[in-house]
């Protein structure tokens, strides 16, 4: 969570700059969007990995990552061990 916060303060700033410099907010706003899409783009094609070509021992591991900092901590095996 705290990376995302990081992240978006950044481009606050950034977009804060622009304006200062006479960037129509909507100018950034469309830019900020392409971007997007390009970045998207980009993890689709050169970093993504098709759930079907990873094991199940991959899975779960994600699985539990993702829960670590749950309610549901405490009990990442047996919920990461329900992956399919």
């Keep these: 969570m705290t990376s ?3 992240v978006a303060a950044e ?11 006479k960037i129509h907010p909507t100018s950034i706003i469309s830019c900020y969007k392409l971007a ?5 783009k ?3 094609e ?9 094991g199940k ?4 591991n ?10 549901i ?3 990442s095996d047996f919920f990461a061990n329900l992956v399919r």
């Excluded at 977009?15 to 200062?20: G, K, M, Q, S, T």
């Excluded at 997007?36 to 998207?40: D, F, N």
């Excluded at 021992?57 to 779960?60: E, G, I, K, N």
């Excluded at 994600?62 to 309610?71: G, Q, R, V, Y």
């Design 4 to 6: 995302v916060v990081i």
């Design 11 to 21: 481009f606050l700033k950034r977009a804060n700059d622009l304006v200062r410099n």
């Design 36 to 40: 997007m899409r390009e970045a998207c």
């Design 42 to 44: 980009y993890v689709d």
């Design 46 to 54: 050169k970093l993504a990995i098709k759930v079907e070509n990873l």
């Design 57 to 60: 021992d991959s899975l779960v």
């Design 62 to 71: 994600c699985a539990k990552t993702s829960m670590s900092l749950k309610l």
């Design 73 to 75: 901590g405490n009990d």
